[in-house]
């Protein structure tokens, strides 16, 4: 990274902290200065609880051996979790997907985290995220019976469900794979939708007693 | 508008410009290929085109023919029975749009025009070589006469005529090998998608 702040009044330590808080996306060269300064004026025990935060995240934090979601031990809570419904795995790219959808509290299932979609022009293949741990998760538990491919709307997201289903469906029998319904967000305008949006809202449309 | 910008969509796109940043006002679809998107196939023909148009493409520096070319290659793809030879002469047109014809006729040691059988591609070069003035520091790829007629019959015709044609999937795969060396020589990089296109085609 340039060192734009490498100024030469600044006292190296906070120039390095400078330069550590420009690697964070989002964040510029007057972000990061406002932030380190912020930084000296806080006491020593919250820099230290938030220096032991960033830590703790590298250190604690693991991938979960069924779902590949982050967690600090071998398996997560949600895979731990004897409540939930195992025979339902829903598919998404990134661990904030689980979040998201978490937060809706409208699954009851499992999960699994790829860590990205397929993407070719950027050298990221099926083998570079973790289609192969979904496969084998699919094919070590019998009582899976449906998979829902909840990866994101676009191009490499199709993709990536295409790619799934292609592989799954060869894998096992009578395994049901479904795809997140595709439409209108809530609070949007028919107006300013895309025509392939619309096309998707008309032919999911369902019956008004049905819908939640 | 997320709709409407997603990658492999024909749009017209309104784009203020600004001093340091443009701003993406108004986005229209004019064809999202919606057919192509439901087959992984395509799909990866798709991705392959994209990312040859991007290698030979520079920032800032608009260039209407790879749009047309593909914007052409794109619309031929559902309806073309044979999607390695469009692929072929895809790479082929794009090369001489480019200004990357490979010499096909000549060859590049001796100068000399080459007669009817095999030949040496030299992909470093950029052309074929007469066997008997090949080196030895080059790395060559061997070509039949079928290989070397097919790429001068891509190189030199419409779609609607190279349609029409048959050619052996030997020679297409001589085409293929040929090609991908020649495309990395001249962008000096790899062709990512090929990996995925070879996977799922």
Partial sequence: MTPLNNLQFMPPALNKLIESFRLLPGIGPKTARKLAFSTLKMSTDQVKEISESLLDIKTQLIFCESCQNISENKNCNICMDENRDNSIICVVEEFMDVYVLEKSGAFKGKFHVLHGSISPANGIGPDEIRIKELINRVNNIPSIKEIVIATNLNLEGEATAMYINQVLSTKKDKLKITRLARGLPSGSDIEYADETTILHALGSRVNINESI | ?201
């Avoid at chain 2, 087959?39 to 920032?59: R, W």
């Avoid at chain 2, 070319?69 to 082929?92: A, G, M, P, Q, V």
Wanted: hydrophobic residues 40%; aromatic residues 8%; charged residues 20%.
């Fill in chain 2, 1 to 201: 508008m997320g709709g409407h910008i997603d990658v492999m969509s024909k749009v017209n796109a309104y784009i203020s410009l600004g001093e340091n940043l443009s701003n993406l006002s108004q986005v229209e679809i004019i064809d999202n290929y919606s057919l192509l998107k439901k087959d992984l196939s395509v799909i990866s023909i798709g991705f392959y085109l994209l990312e040859l148009c991007e290698k030979f493409s520079v920032e800032n520096d608009p260039n209407n023919d790879i749009y047309e070319h593909l914007s052409l290659t794109l619309d031929l793809l559902l309806s073309s029975s044979n999607k390695n030879i469009l692929i072929r002469w895809f790479e082929i047109n794009l090369l001489i749009i480019s200004g990357f014809l490979p010499e096909l006729y000549t060859c590049l040691i001796s100068g000399e025009k080459l007669s009817e059988g095999d030949h040496l591609f030299s992909s470093i070069n950029g052309g074929l070589v007469d066997k008997k003035f090949a080196t030895s520091t080059d790395n060559y790829i061997l070509m039949d006469k079928n290989s070397i007629k097919s790429l001068r019959f891509l190189s030199n015709n419409s779609w609607s005529d190279v349609e029409k044609i048959k050619i052996p999937n030997n020679s297409l795969e001589k085409l293929r090998i040929v090609m991908r060396k020649y495309i990395q020589a001249i962008t000096n990089s790899q062709i990512n998608s090929e990996k995925f296109l070879s996977k799922v085609s």
